[in-house]
């Protein structure tokens, strides 16, 4: 059976009307940009080669014209979303504004030299397999976690189709064996199945980065306090059973530190849970604002935080009376009352084997605080072990 170019491609587009209708109802409303970049991508894809197909049957010049350089530019606006869904999954990418270069001068030259078949051939396929090579390239090394397969996938459909599109560039600028853009030549029928093949390769990679960018969204808002942002007790846990290792391993000191601020229950009596709410959230605030990076910081629960620091005791009272300096600034500016706390501090000993034992010695120090009258810092009993 001979394959048909037209064919092909047609049935590409088709495929990727398709996907890129269903999609929306898959992913849902609530998605990140880079899953919004994806559906462009293939939406841009589709309206890209049904251009190309109907300006085979175009009845002026101009037409063909019009919509050969509308082709270009949405094959490349499409590579451009790509590699912004990229970015949105696997952090800063390479060469972004050359790939933007490459996006606007294509569509243009190619308008401007398209009497010379040669020159549009040559200028349209090299730009766009330069373009495809950027965005096979983005698919690698990422500076957030992602999985290898589907990256390595992205790159491999992106290679191919570089080197098919280089290949029919060439044989249009330098040799007489591609004439028209649905010569039968084995090179253009190859790019032909490739395209269609790449389609789906290429989207089921991405789904498979966007159904890891959900998991991943869903694991963080298990281990995150959503009305503070911070940690959650389960998240603290995650994260303290690592700083424990670290300290222990390298023989470093940590500090616990457990917050409760002071009559909370009075705030929510007397001025309402979303007043209560309003000053959970400032407390959590100014605890970010004021540890160290490296340090961590968490809602165990109601009003209770906990700080865990890499450093010693010696650290906590400087970072306690930052905490209620700022507190006593911002409270009765935002609140329209003082707030304050109690806090209790204890440092690992070399026989703490899990986190645990020194949480309750802070938490101890912490009811010390709150019964000797709340509103300051008690340390935990120094343990020579």
């Not at 023989?251 to 979303?274: C, R, S, W, Y």
């Not at 000053?279 to 100014?286: G, K, P």
Request: charged content about 15%; overall charge neutral.
């Amino acid at each position: 059976m001979q394959l048909d170019f037209l064919t092909l491609l047609a049935t590409t587009a088709i495929s990727l009307f398709m996907i890129s209708a269903s999609l929306p109802l898959i992913m849902g409303r609530n998605i990140s940009a880079a899953a919004r970049d994806v559906q462009a991508t293939l939406l841009l894809q589709a309206l890209a080669w049904v251009a190309i197909i109907a300006s085979n049957f175009a009845p002026t010049p101009l037409i063909d014209r019009a919509l050969s350089t509308v082709s270009i530019g949405c094959g490349m606006a499409a590579l451009w979303m790509n590699y912004r869904a990229l970015t949105g999954w696997l952090g800063p990418r390479p060469w972004p504004r050359l790939l933007q270069a490459l996006v606007l001068a294509s569509p243009l030259g190619y308008f401007l030299g398209f009497d010379s078949y040669a020159f549009r051939v040559g200028w349209a396929n090299a730009l766009l397999a330069a373009a495809t090579l950027l965005v096979a390239r983005a698919a690698l090394w990422p500076r957030l976690r992602a999985e290898t397969g589907w990256r390595m996938l992205v790159c491999a459909s992106m290679l191919v189709m570089a080197s098919l599109t280089l290949a029919r560039g060439i044989l249009g600028a330098f040799t007489d064996q591609y004439p028209h853009f649905s010569t039968p030549h084995p090179v253009n029928l190859a790019f032909a199945l490739a395209a269609c093949v790449t389609v789906v390769l290429n989207t089921i990679a991405l789904l498979v980065a966007w159904r890891d960018e959900t998991e991943l969204k869903l694991r963080e808002l298990a281990v995150t306090d959503p009305l503070t942002g911070l940690p959650n007790r389960r998240g603290f846990e995650e994260r303290a059973g690592a700083m424990l290792a670290h300290a222990r391993r390298h023989e470093l000191p940590l500090t616990a530190i457990m917050l409760d601020l002071d009559h909370f229950k009075q705030v929510n009596d007397q001025h309402g849970h979303e007043v209560g709410d309003h000053a959970l959230a400032l407390f959590a605030r100014l605890l970010k604002d004021t540890h160290r990076n490296g340090d961590l910081a968490a809602r165990l629960g109601g009003e209770e935080f906990c700080l865990l620091l890499h450093d010693d005791t010696c650290a906590g009272l400087p970072l306690d009376q930052r905490l209620r300096q700022r507190l006593r600034q911002a409270a009765p500016a935002e609140l329209g009352f003082a707030l304050d706390f109690s806090a209790g501090m204890a440092a690992l000993h070399r026989s703490d084997t899990d986190i645990h034992p020194l949480l309750a010695r802070a938490d101890a120090a912490l009811y010390e605080a709150k019964a000797t009258g709340r509103g300051r810092l008690c340390s935990a009993a120094p343990k020579n072990s």
